[in-house]
């Protein structure tokens, strides 16, 4: 099993800077990719960045040069830095991992932008 717990999200303003952890634990060798995904209000989840375990990275088009996604040191720890965040980023944000074709979540951390 691996778990994943996220943590960072708040309340920030339009223009304004968060960021993201996702800590995975349990057992975590063969992850072959961790990643964010998030879902507003009244809409279906969607995937926002995902890192793989060769740092390969990919960002959905609306999150194109505001947001970047990292991993930590330690390797189990995923970081997603969010800038020039607007009203429409708000969302409940999960951290994802897949591993064996099998997909791990966290509950999800609460960003919300607005003034």
């Known amino acids: 099993q691996v778990q994943l717990v996220e943590s960072g999200g708040g309340l920030v303003q339009p223009g304004g800077s968060l960021r993201l952890s996702c800590a995975a634990s349990g057992r975590i060798f063969s992850i072959s990719s961790m990643g964010w995904y998030r879902q507003a209000p009244g809409k279906q989840r969607e995937l926002v960045a995902p890192?793989?375990?060769?740092?390969?990275?990919y960002y959905a088009d609306s999150v194109t040069g505001r947001f970047t996604i990292y991993r930590g040191d330690a390797k189990n720890t995923v970081y997603l830095q969010m800038t020039s965040l607007k009203p429409e980023d708000t969302a409940v944000y999960y951290c994802?991992?897949?591993?064996?074709?099998?997909?791990?979540w966290g509950e999800g951390t609460l960003v919300t932008v607005s003034s």
């Open positions: 994802n991992g897949l591993k064996y074709g099998k997909n791990y």
């Open positions: 890192i793989t375990s060769g740092a390969g990275t």
